[in-house]
């Protein structure tokens, strides 16, 4: 049966900063943060049985509180860019040059949830709470944002977004989990030998501001092609500027979606979502001074798998509905499963 510890984790402003961790008897464990509903470490062991961690992470609360990066957050209410921050006859904060991302600069990445924890015979369980409003968010309309993490003893970790109108006006509903990814454990090396697998026939083509055309590109041939397990390297030896694109996930529901696989460790983790796409980020010319899992963020050192809608679906006819009607559920899942 797994177990779950709370603990003060410093504060942010004259906020509480809360650390949940679930964890199993497998060597698996989970560590999120009430700032951002986050998923700040993810320990998981390799074929030698030794647990590290498996994404990246900032030093303390402090570095989450300025964190531009969106390291681990729960990003919403709609992740992605939205073209001149608009919706219709409503201006989002442009918060991007004239553009919106990632929620705005009050998104839910920077917010404070509540949140609540369960113990079962299958799983740990955390489940975060937040209500996003206009006065909060900068969002039209009220929405209950609820996300969970349940970690369960067969190596799966669900994460679960739900979203619930509680008022009479339409808002939007795309949130992703902000997650960067690294195999290798500890971030001793860059995702650069990586193997890399997608069940993706085409990826958005992108404009000079990161923001889809409305064409779908075949990645036939291209350095998008990962339709076979593909090293990560040799895909950026083709594209130097590296990953922050679009990848249209196939449908009806091929799962799982995508495999990313380590060799040196014998880690492996594949992803199945309700998610229509995936937009991987390679952190490609990410040098930074800030440190993450005790060493200086550099260049391809993660991963960031974002399973979402696809971005700026408002303002393409015909694209993912993500208008939630008053008075209704919209609820996104993903399922990481680890082998090692």
Same mark, same amino acid.
């Given at each position: 049966?797994?177990?779950?510890?709370?603990?003060?984790?410093?504060?942010?402003?004259?906020?509480?900063?809360?650390?949940?961790?679930?964890?199993?008897?497998?060597?698996?464990? $989970?560590?999120?943060?009430?700032?951002?509903?986050?998923?700040?470490?993810?320990?998981?062991?390799?074929?030698?049985? =030794?647990?590290?961690?498996?994404?990246?992470?900032?030093?303390?609360?402090?570095?989450?509180?300025?964190?531009?990066?969106?390291?681990?957050?729960?990003?919403?209410? $709609?992740?992605? +860019?939205?073209?001149?921050?608009?919706?219709?006859? $409503?201006?989002?904060?442009?918060? !991007?040059?004239?553009?919106?991302?990632?929620?705005?600069?009050?998104?839910?990445?920077?917010?404070?949830?509540?949140?609540?924890?369960?113990?079962?015979?299958?799983?740990?369980?955390?489940?975060?709470?937040?209500?996003?409003?206009?006065?909060?968010?900068?969002?039209?309309?009220?929405?209950?944002?609820?996300?969970?993490?349940?970690?369960?003893?067969?190596?799966?970790?669900?994460?679960?977004?739900?979203?619930?109108?509680?008022?009479?006006?339409?808002?939007?509903?795309?949130?992703?989990?902000?997650?960067?990814?690294? *195999?290798?454990?500890?971030?001793?090396?860059?995702?650069?030998?990586?193997?890399?697998?997608?069940?993706?026939?085409?990826?958005?083509?992108?404009?000079?501001?990161?923001?889809?055309?409305?064409?779908?590109?075949?990645?036939?041939?291209?350095?998008?092609?990962? =339709?076979?397990?593909?090293?990560?390297?040799?895909?950026?030896?083709?594209?130097?500027?590296?990953?922050?694109?679009?990848?249209?996930?196939?449908?009806?529901?091929?799962?799982?979606?995508?495999?990313?696989?380590?060799?040196?460790?014998?880690?492996?983790?594949?992803?199945?979502?309700?998610?229509?796409?995936? $937009?991987?980020?390679?952190?490609?010319?990410?040098?930074?001074?800030?440190?993450?899992?005790?060493?200086?963020?550099?260049?391809? *050192?993660?991963? !960031?798998?974002?399973?979402?809608?696809?971005?700026?679906?408002?303002?393409?006819?015909?694209?993912?509905?993500?208008?939630?009607?008053?008075?209704?559920? !919209?609820? +996104?899942?993903?399922?990481?499963?680890?082998?090692?």
């Amino acid at each position: 049966m797994g177990s779950i510890t709370i603990r003060e984790w410093g504060s942010i402003g004259t906020e509480k900063v809360m650390r949940i961790t679930l964890s199993q008897p497998n060597g698996m464990s $989970v560590s999120c943060l009430n700032y951002g509903a986050r998923l700040i470490r993810l320990l998981v062991p390799d074929r030698e049985g =030794r647990s590290e961690n498996i994404v990246l992470g900032l030093a303390d609360a402090e570095a989450y509180g300025n964190d531009r990066a969106s390291f681990g957050a729960t990003v919403g209410p $709609v992740a992605g +860019r939205i073209s001149g921050g608009k919706w219709g006859a $409503v201006q989002l904060e442009q918060n !991007a040059g004239k553009h919106h991302i990632h929620g705005g600069s009050r998104g839910w990445g920077q917010q404070f949830w509540d949140f609540k924890t369960e113990e079962t015979a299958e799983a740990a369980t955390v489940t975060f709470t937040l209500e996003s409003t206009p006065e909060t968010v900068g969002y039209p309309g009220r929405l209950q944002a609820k996300v969970s993490y349940s970690l369960d003893a067969e190596g799966c970790l669900t994460i679960k977004m739900e979203g619930i109108s509680r008022d009479t006006e339409e808002t939007l509903f795309n949130p992703t989990s902000h997650i960067y990814f690294n *195999l290798s454990g500890d971030a001793k090396r860059p995702i650069t030998d990586h193997t890399l697998q997608l069940a993706c026939e085409e990826v958005l083509e992108l404009d000079a501001d990161k923001l889809p055309t409305g064409t779908k590109q075949s990645v036939a041939g291209t350095a998008f092609d990962f =339709r076979e397990a593909t090293v990560i390297g040799e895909a950026i030896r083709k594209r130097p500027e590296g990953f922050d694109d679009v990848f249209l996930m196939q449908q009806p529901d091929q799962q799982p979606q995508l495999i990313l696989s380590d060799e040196e460790s014998g880690r492996q983790m594949t992803l199945s979502s309700n998610r229509s796409s995936i $937009v991987l980020f390679s952190t490609t010319d990410m040098n930074e001074p800030y440190l993450v899992n005790g060493r200086p963020m550099r260049s391809q *050192l993660g991963l !960031a798998i974002e399973a979402q809608e696809v971005p700026d679906a408002i303002n393409h006819q015909g694209w993912d509905n993500i208008v939630l009607a008053p008075n209704t559920l !919209a609820a +996104r899942v993903q399922n990481y499963t680890f082998k090692w």
